[in-house]
């Protein structure tokens, strides 16, 4: 199928979110709660904004690990990693990186490549890259090497 741009769109979602449902619902739930918590302290509209992106943020989590990605492994080993990667420039903290090595393991797909999912890619981080100070041309180094870790980790599976 030919997008209006003549690119070739992808066949299957990025993340297909029918592929773990369940765990999906578990993560989504338990995000909603632990977002209202936090957004408590802001009055009700923070509560309320709080669970939206506690939801969001607790279905991708609960489909990654039921894909066996775990994110706390990911993080930790990310957080432990980025300074030796050779796009790494020191006036970047872990904070500007993380959120591009998650956007890349979380999106990943064995079914297509990164540069095929790179403009949905691009998109979510124009949308969901918080208080990171890269620009996409700079995090999508992060969000490919995130990309390329699951893929090298789920060879095996």
């Known amino acids: 199928m030919k997008a209006n741009n ?6 299957e979602a990025i993340y297909a979110p029918e592929s773990h449902p369940v765990a999906g619902g578990i993560g989504a739930l338990g995000g909603a709660a632990a977002g209202a918590a936090l957004g408590a ?7 309320v904004t709080g669970a939206v992106i506690g939801v969001a943020c607790g279905a991708i989590a609960g489909k990654a690990i039921a894909a066996g990605i775990d994110p706390e492994a990911e993080d930790v080993y990310w ?9 790494y420039e020191s006036e970047y903290a872990y904070d500007d990186y993380g959120p591009a090595y998650r956007l890349g393991w ?3 797909s064995p079914h297509q490549s990164f540069e095929a999912a790179e403009k949905v890619m691009s998109d979510e981080w124009a949308q969901g890259r918080g208080s990171s100070k890269l620009e996409w041309n700079q995090a999508r180094h992060a969000a490919k090497a995130g990309w390329s870790r699951i893929g090298s980790l789920q060879v095996g599976d």
């Open 79 to 87: 957080q432990k990693q980025y300074r030796h990667e050779p796009y």
């Open 6 to 11: 003549d690119v070739e769109a992808p066949e």
């Open 106 to 108: 979380q999106l990943y």
């Open 41 to 47: 302290g802001l009055g009700p509209l923070g509560a």
